[in-house]
């Protein structure tokens, strides 16, 4: 059974501040990595994706990936209120037989207090 | 351009009833997965179809059942409703140029089974 874990929280931040959020996965074959996010009573909108070991920036936001470790992360750089949400991590199905297939992890629920 | 785009909306069915959601896929895109999200977790995989095939499958009972059309638009549909059901389906858009896997989230379907 491939497995994506991540604390569910609550991850409560301070405004301004940097809030983690971590994610490790099972399947060692694992290529592709998302980052998604989802307001309550909303779908996941995607935030980013890293392939590669090592750091993806974008904005505010950057993705770590340690394929040795099969750990990724999710660094939010001058957290805001409206970044409070649940953050979901997901990994692809690599060598089974759905190209399409994400597994996710149960979410990280994120809180920036002002 | 336009998203995801599922419907209905929201749905109310009774035990046993049968339910189909519909799913149209960004514009360029021809793969399209079917997601089952309940309250707390990550969703879950239920299908893929890319050009009018099925490329993957989770483990879902085989009241569940999809189908990918000409114009790459999905359907899935529930036969036999347990209150279980109850969820917030997904649908997710993926071009499969084989560049990219990236998934792109409909709104969702939110179905309460009663």
């Known amino acids: 059974q491939k497995e994506v874990e991540q604390n569910s929280g609550p991850l409560s931040v301070p405004e301004g501040a940097i809030a983690s959020l971590n994610c490790t996965y099972s399947d060692r074959g694992s290529q592709s990595f998302f980052w998604y996010r989802q307001y309550s009573g909303k779908s996941p909108e995607l935030i980013m994706f890293i392939y590669s070991n090592g750091d993806k920036e974008d904005g505010r936001f950057t993705a770590q990936l340690n394929k040795a470790s099969q750990y990724v992360s999710l660094l939010i750089r001058d957290s805001q209120p409206s970044d409070s949400a649940t953050y979901l991590c997901a990994v692809n199905d690599a060598g089974g037989t759905s190209y399409g297939k994400l597994t996710f992890g149960q979410g990280t629920i994120l809180t920036v207090h002002p | 351009d336009a998203g995801v785009t599922q419907s209905p909306t929201h749905l109310i069915k009774t035990r046993g009833q049968h339910v189909t959601l519909r799913c149209s896929p960004i514009s360029g895109h021809k793969s399209v997965s079917w997601y089952q999200q309940v309250l707390g977790q990550g969703p879950q995989f239920i299908f893929q179809y890319y050009e009018k095939e099925e490329r993957g499958r989770g483990n879902f009972p085989d009241r569940f059942s999809a189908r990918q059309f000409p114009n790459y638009s999905s359907e899935l549909n529930v036969n036999a409703l347990l209150l279980g059901d109850s969820a917030l389906y997904l649908c997710?858009?993926?071009?499969?140029?084989?560049?990219?896997?990236?998934?792109?989230f409909g709104p969702g379907t939110r179905l309460t089974v009663l």
């Open positions: 997710a858009s993926t071009k499969w140029d084989f560049s990219t896997d990236t998934q792109y």
